[in-house]
């Protein structure tokens, strides 16, 4: 998966989340600029799972992680693909 189809799978995942049309830019943080709450950031990662087919480990501190910062999760995205 190239980072163009990552950013997509991203921006349909949230916007599934949220139920409404969102602007996201490579830079954002979707929880720190408050763009999902603590519900839609759990549906966020799922619907994202559903997209990508690739999974959040249940155990670890997705904050910490990186898994509600686009930059991260579009690195994450690519490498696990690219695997």
């Not at 709450?37 to 997209?51: P, R």
């Not at 990186?66 to 690519?78: E, H, K, M």
């Amino acid at each position: 998966m190239d980072r163009a189809a990552a950013f997509q799978a991203i921006r349909t995942a949230v916007e599934r989340a949220c139920k409404e049309p969102v602007e996201i830019t490579a830079d954002t943080d979707l929880v720190g600029e408050e763009i999902l709450d603590s519900l839609d950031a759990m549906v966020f990662l799922m619907e994202l799972e559903e997209l990508t087919g690739i999974g959040f480990p249940e155990d670890a501190d997705l904050v910490e992680l990186g898994a509600y910062r686009v930059p991260a999760l579009l690195d994450q995205l690519v490498a696990q693909k690219a695997a």
